[in-house]
């Protein structure tokens, strides 16, 4: 059984950009989450996905966003690029929420 | 708002030597916790989930305690190897919330050296 997929493994923006990260769910789960990690502030919930719905959402500007397609898979995005923006972005997926979660290995995102 | 704390924040041991990593929380009112590894430049692999109503979860070599009144949860790793070494992360879900919004600790670096 294949494992939660994220695209791209890594990814260079300069700031004012916007860019776009991809999550493919492990087969069957219907709820991603996604998480931010950075040094300074550890790891941080973004938002969560429910069939195809915005379940809870974290203490983030409103230009990161996020969607869930009818397949599972789900993007995010972030627009106006800052250098604080310069993390690791991990999805998780689970069965069902509240349950064990599953994650990818994490786009690391740079901007310049 | 839930805190959640990580002592120690590294720890090196020789090999075979048995273990006890510490978790603190502030609100008690949690729906389960778990215990991650992330190795280097990777994602989190879950060790252990314990829901709020279970006091302990085995998996192998691990063994993670939960004592929800407290705010505390332990996780023994016995015997310790090499592989072992990596980043242990505590995480809790508090019963407030809707879904998945866990709130991490900063981590426990562990080594293990042969």
């Known amino acids: 059984k294949a494992g939660v997929t994220q695209t791209p493994r890594y990814l260079i923006k300069t700031r004012g950009q916007q860019v776009t990260l991809s999550c493919s769910p492990i087969?069957?789960?219907?709820?991603v989450s996604w998480y931010q990690q950075t040094p300074g502030q550890g790891l941080q919930f973004l938002f969560e996905y429910f069939s195809e719905t915005q379940r809870n959402k974290g203490n983030f500007p409103g230009r990161f966003s996020g969607r869930q397609f009818s397949n599972s898979r789900s993007e995010m995005n972030v627009s106006t690029l800052e250098l604080g923006d310069s993390a690791l972005y991990l999805c998780a997926s689970s069965l069902e929420s509240a349950e064990k979660l599953f994650f990818g290995s994490g786009t690391q995102l740079s901007v310049l | 708002k839930q805190e959640v704390t990580q002592i120690p924040a590294a720890l090196s041991v020789p090999e075979g030597e048995n273990l006890v990593l510490n978790c603190s929380f502030t609100?008690?009112?949690?729906?389960?916790l778990q215990w991650f590894r992330q190795d280097p430049g990777k994602g989190l692999t879950s060790l252990l989930l314990?829901?709020?109503?279970?006091r302990e979860q085995t998996s192998g070599r691990l063994n993670a305690s939960l004592d929800k009144s407290s705010g505390r949860s332990t996780l023994y790793i016995a015997a310790s190897q090499p592989g072992d070494s990596a980043t242990y992360l505590c995480a809790v879900l508090s019963s407030m919330e809707y879904g998945n919004k866990l709130v991490f600790g900063a981590g426990t670096i562990l080594r293990v050296k042969s």
């Open positions: 609100d008690s009112a949690i729906y389960n």
């Open positions: 087969s069957g789960h219907r709820s």
């Open positions: 314990i829901q709020s109503s279970q």
